[in-house]
C-alpha cells in the first residue's frame, strides 16, 4: 500500500472517531489513510458524514458487506470505504489526498479499498 509501518493515533473530533492514521507516498502523490471503529450502523454513520450518493459502490470484503464513497462536493479529496462489521459497529477507513490531483477517484478509492481489506483480515486473525 506505500504507507509507513507506524501509525498515530487520531482522536475523536466532531463525526471523526478515534483511530489510527498512516502516511504513505505514491509517486509524487502523498496521502493519508485513518482506520477508525464507529459505534454506529453503516447507514446512519455515512448519513452523517455525507457520502455521495452518485459516488457509493458496494460489495464484500472477507464476507463483510461494504460501501465505498466520496465525500459530497469534496470527491477530489479522497474515498471512504464503510464495513458493516457487526450490529452498530462500522469500520471506517478514510483516505486523505495530501497532493491536490495526485491521484484519480479511482486510484484514490483503489487504495481505499486495499487498506480496508488489510484491516478486516487484520481484525479476522486477531
Not at 452523517?48 to 465525500?71: C, D, H, R
Not at 497532493?99 to 478486516?120: H, I, L, S
Amino acid at each position: 500500500m506505500q504507507v509507513g509501518g507506524s501509525g498515530r493515533p487520531v482522536p475523536k473530533n466532531g463525526n471523526n472517531y478515534n483511530g489510527c492514521a498512516f502516511l504513505g507516498e505514491a509517486g509524487n502523490a502523498q496521502f493519508g489513510v485513518a482506520l477508525r471503529v464507529v459505534p454506529e450502523g453503516i447507514n446512519s454513520f455515512m448519513h452523517k458524514v455525507n457520502s455521495s450518493p452518485e459516488s457509493e459502490t458496494a460489495y464484500e470484503i472477507n464476507g463483510f458487506g461494504a460501501v465505498q464513497g466520496q465525500l459530497a462536493g469534496g470527491e477530489s479529496l479522497g474515498c471512504d470505504v464503510f464495513v458493516d462489521a457487526a450490529e452498530g459497529q462500522t469500520l471506517w477507513i478514510n483516505m486523505m489526498l495530501q497532493t491536490p490531483g495526485g491521484m484519480n477517484n479511482q486510484q484514490m478509492c483503489d487504495r481505499a479499498k486495499q487498506a480496508a481489506e488489510a484491516a478486516v483480515t487484520t481484525l479476522q486473525s486477531s
